[in-house]
């Protein structure tokens, strides 16, 4: 009697236990179903021309910010930073793109010595207007002009504060709220690069 | 009983003074400034001897993209936090001064659905024995057209403006972004 108990008690934990395995739950918000990832034809810091498709087989992680932004840019690039760090080795499979939402402000130049700053790997792309406001439409990044007359800046952007996560097949995947923890998007990062998608 | 009535008169009036005098004294020692810092922003890519981006310096390929400001020249920006401790009655921040910047102004970030807005700001104010935090993604001290490269480890002066006339001098050190 207790035998078929205790029994029936192991193969239940043993099911938890396999299940809990099987299934990693993300801590990011998972893009059902995952679609490819909009193309970003836009150029790099150093002028070198960008493509998404070149990172089939990494896991791209993309922001949209400005350089004249110092406050809450450099705490999502500062997370990312740490996040890559964290990482160890597996941040080789993993590229930071960043997206200017400033592309008067955001030169080739000022992009360069403001992402060295936080990891010479990181890509800062500009271009086009008319490529830059697909690519926003594309991703549901709402940027918003805003004079500011009495300021040095002239004016501002207001601009959403996500990071994606675009998988090793050029899927879009996950997104974080700004403030995510950095050991939140190490984990799902973590969970993408073990289970690659059937590319 | 039109003793007491005096006395008790009297004793209001002295508390009345008291908590002037009190107010007065702790006014001098009004805002107070805890851990101020400044993020480290780099002017200019040659003064950049961070090493990590070894020949970066030389080339600055630009693609033809390098001109995109109608006047809007590009500088580089940055900001100080710190705490405001405030021992008084209430007071505000209503300037800040330094010769790190061309520009050095108030601002605060609003965050709705996600959205990062940024703006300035006329003063920061502090509560009566309360405390405000100038952090990322909330009050800062904008820094705009830096005259220098700001590394870690250097010190910057910021000379903050009280509502009440008082000036606060603050030697925030620069730290990593
Ligand atoms: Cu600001």
Redesign the pocket.
């Known amino acids: 009697m207790i035998q078929r108990w205790l029994i029936s008690i192991i193969v239940m934990i043993t099911a938890l236990a396999l299940s809990g395995c099987g299934a990693y739950e993300f801590r990011g918000t998972v893009l059902e179903p995952p679609n490819p990832a909009p193309e970003l034809p836009l150029t790099d810091q150093f002028g070198n021309a960008f493509q998404l498709s070149n990172y089939r087989g990494k896991v791209v992680l993309l922001f949209f910010g400005f350089t004249h932004c110092?406050?809450i840019c450099p705490t999502a690039l500062g997370d990312l930073k740490r996040v890559m760090e964290k990482l160890g080795n597996d941040a080789a499979n993993v590229q930071v793109v960043f997206v200017s939402v400033d592309p008067e402000r955001d030169t080739p130049d000022l992009m360069q010595r403001y992402l060295a700053a936080f990891n010479p790997t990181f890509l800062g792309l500009n271009g086009d207007r008319s490529v830059l406001e697909q690519a926003y439409k594309n991703y549901g990044v709402t940027v918003i002009r805003r004079d500011l007359p009495n300021s040095g800046l002239g004016y501002t952007i207001d601009h959403s504060g996500y990071i994606y996560a675009i998988d090793q097949a050029g899927n879009w995947r996950l997104l974080w709220a700004h403030g995510t923890p950095v050991d939140d998007i190490v984990s799902d990062v973590q969970a993408l690069l073990r289970n690659p998608p059937g590319m | 009983m039109r003793r007491i009535a005096i006395f008790i008169t009297a004793a209001f009036v002295a508390l009345a003074l008291a908590g002037c005098g009190a107010n007065q004294t702790t006014q001098t020692g009004g805002i107070t400034v805890r851990d101020p810092w400044v993020r480290a922003a780099m002017m200019n890519v040659a003064g950049d001897q961070s090493g990590a981006m070894g020949n970066m310096g030389q080339s600055t390929p630009m693609a033809g993209m390098s001109d995109h400001g109608h006047g809007s020249e590009s500088s580089a920006v940055s900001?100080a936090y710190m705490v405001l401790v405030n021992n008084g009655a209430a007071d505000a921040i209503v300037k800040a001064e330094s010769d790190v910047a061309k520009s050095v102004?108030l601002?605060n970030?609003i965050m709705e659905n996600n959205v990062m807005q940024?703006r300035q700001v006329e003063a920061i104010e502090v509560p009566a024995n309360g405390q405000v935090e100038l952090k990322p993604g909330s009050f800062?001290v904008?820094l705009i057209g830096l005259n220098r490269d700001l590394k870690e480890g250097d010190e910057v002066t910021i000379t903050l403006t009280t509502r009440s006339g008082k000036t606060i001098e603050v030697k925030a050190p620069v730290r990593k972004p």
């Open positions: 110092p406050d | 900001a102004e601002h970030v940024m800062h904008m």
